[in-house]
């Protein structure tokens, strides 16, 4: 061989020496490019993961916390409508008691008094059927009569004989009176049994003296010994009506013939409770007022009323 031609052997031989070697040095950088193409997939999954766990999270959260703020805003809701109404109830309840006598559940019977001037705002006669002596008419406070006409009616559905023997007293007209009995009875016995002027409940137009057949059209003790005081007895609370004077009282006798309106609440929360009206502090009694003429159902016989 010649040297020319051994150079060219040679010269191909380093030549595939080299095509090896750079066939080795890029099939390793195929490989660790391909590891490191599998690591980045890897890490973009588990980033990709982390995120979508975060978001999720951070979505419960905020559902968690808008749902809070939605009861929050709620309840704050609630709570002024709940304000606005008490104020509103609370407006309503002031003017329904603006027009109100507030005499009405005063303790008259030798502790308030009552001038010549007072009168109740109106009253009502009670009709003739009702009036034990038709031939002098009795009046009665007007918004009152629809529950005395309602127990004088149910008393005679249920066989009851029972009427008015004496209602509304001008204050002129109590001093009269008493100056009557003081001059019949004297004035020790009369105060025992009749009000000064200007401390009758009568003078209220809401008192009632109530009478039966068979007592001879006298309003005496004997009252409670008949059918009409024993019914009273059981039903008067449910139309308002409690006994002023009952057996013991510091005020006047026993007089079972003589019931005041005081409205269904309070002559209820009496009855249950075994009171009676003079029994309780005024404070408490006038917490009632504002409930006074609630609680009447039916319509009593027809009324004339007088201003």
């Given at each position: 061989m010649t040297l020319a031609n051994r150079l060219t052997a040679a010269g191909f031989i380093v030549l595939l020496a080299a095509l090896a070697g750079g066939g080795l040095y890029g099939y390793e950088r195929i490989s660790a490019l391909s590891e490191q193409v599998v690591t980045l997939d890897s890490k973009l999954a588990s980033t990709t993961a982390l995120l979508d766990t975060n978001i999720a999270e951070t979505n419960a959260s905020l559902s968690i916390q808008l749902q809070k703020d939605k009861?929050?805003?709620?309840?704050?809701?609630?709570?002024?409508?709940?304000?606005v109404s008490s104020v509103t109830g609370t407006l309503t309840d002031i003017q329904k008691l603006s027009q109100l006598d507030p005499?009405?559940?005063?303790?008259?019977?030798k502790v308030y008094f009552l001038n010549e001037n007072y009168a109740p705002a109106n009253l009502t006669l009670i009709p003739a059927a009702d009036d034990y002596a038709a031939n002098r008419p009795e009046q009665f406070l007007t918004k009152a009569w629809p529950f005395l006409g309602n127990m004088l009616n149910q008393a005679q559905a249920d066989?009851?004989?029972?009427?008015?023997?004496?209602?509304?007293?001008?204050?002129?007209?109590?001093?009269a009176l008493k100056s009557e009995y003081t001059v019949t009875y004297g004035a020790g016995t009369a105060n025992q049994f009749s009000a000064d002027q200007g401390y009758s409940e009568h003078q209220l137009g809401t008192a009632v003296d109530l009478i039966t057949t068979g007592m001879g059209g006298e309003l005496s003790q004997a009252f409670d010994q008949t059918k009409a005081y024993a019914w009273l007895a059981d039903n008067a609370y449910r139309y308002g009506f409690e006994l002023s004077y009952p057996r013991g009282n510091?005020?006047?006798?026993?007089?079972?013939?003589?019931?005041r309106f005081v409205g269904v609440a309070?002559?209820?929360?009496?009855?249950?409770?075994?009171l009676h009206f003079y029994d309780l502090d005024q404070r408490v009694i006038d917490t009632y007022l504002l409930t006074i003429f609630d609680g009447t159902s039916a319509q009593p016989a027809t009324t004339t009323p007088m201003l």
């Open positions: 009861q929050n805003l709620a309840a704050q809701l609630d709570g002024v409508q709940t304000q005499q009405l559940l005063k303790k008259y019977s066989g009851v004989p029972l009427y008015v023997a004496s209602a509304y007293r001008s204050f002129g007209t109590q001093a510091a005020y006047y006798v026993y007089e079972p013939w003589h019931w309070l002559a209820t929360y009496l009855h249950d409770n075994g």
